[in-house]
């Protein structure tokens, strides 16, 4: 297997895979294998936020690996700090979600085959990362999920579906959450409100280690349209100026309250 060259912006993730009998080499891999596997790979380096622009990425194939050439660790740090953490532990809660995906992906085909197995290597780890049947990547939350009733603010980018309706929230933050839903509430629904900020009521898994929501189910659409009431912004002012015309100074009037002999 050919690895990266001692350059820190240099990586490879390697397949390695003599499942088949014979090892899949540049000249011989079945075209599923090889499909999947780049999909991995592009998943893996994006992660859920896109931090890493794969398009914009050169990839040579080398013997037993895509080579991933370059990635500065300026302008992805969020990845290399989860090769980090895949280094220190074999605990994935903390990985970000799409690269947890993938690494759960690749422990499981892993472990149904001995000789499948998948490597990561880059300068900035001391030793390659390697998941392999003889690997336990893993995630430990059993008792991080509580079920919570929330409302979130975000755009909704689809609505509907074929079979399982449900409503697509794009939170400021980026995070897309799918919510799904009845098809009373949007068959009743009067508003349009496709790629329009909205408000969303809803139940769901949430996990108080990751702040991941799953299962989500909406409750309603809620109308919310906060707005600045200069006039009511005045009269409260002038209430508390009134209220408080007797006050001297105001940090020992707090004091004061608070019970401090100063």
């Known amino acids: 297997m050919s690895t990266s060259a001692d350059h820190p912006m240099k990586l490879s993730v390697s397949l390695r895979d003599a499942s088949r009998g014979y090892s899949v080499t540049p000249n011989r891999i079945p075209l599923a294998t090889l499909r999947d596997f780049a999909k991995d790979v592009d998943d893996f380096l994006k992660g859920e936020s896109g931090e890493i622009a ?57 472990r149904g085959s001995r000789g499948l197995a998948y490597v990561i290597s880059s300068p900035s780890l001391a030793t390659p990362l390697i998941i392999s049947a003889e690997t336990d990547f893993r995630l430990d939350d059993a008792d991080n999920w509580v079920r919570v009733e929330r409302y979130l603010n975000g755009e909704i980018e689809d609505l509907g579906g074929a079979n399982k309706s449900n409503a697509h929230l ?90 401090s002999s100063n």
């Open 54 to 110: 794969t398009n914009n990425l050169d990839v040579a194939i080398l013997s037993g690996s895509l080579v991933i050439e370059p990635i500065d660790l300026i302008v992805a740090p969020r990845f290399f700090h989860d090769l980090a953490g895949l280094a220190l532990s074999p605990i994935i809660d903390l990985l970000d979600k799409k690269r947890r995906e993938v690494v759960e992906k690749w422990q499981k085909r892993a």
């Open 170 to 259: 794009r939170l400021p933050s980026g995070e897309l959450i799918r919510v799904a839903t009845s098809k009373s509430i949007l068959r009743d629904e009067t508003i349009n409100r496709l790629y329009k900020p909205s408000m969303v009521r809803f139940r769901a898994d949430f996990n108080i280690v990751t702040h991941e929501y799953r299962n989500a189910e909406l409750i309603e659409f809620v109308d919310y349209s906060p707005k600045f009431d200069e006039v009511a912004f005045q009269r409260l002012t002038e209430r508390g100026r009134t209220a408080w015309k007797d006050v001297g100074n105001p940090s020992d009037w707090v004091e004061t309250l608070r019970g």
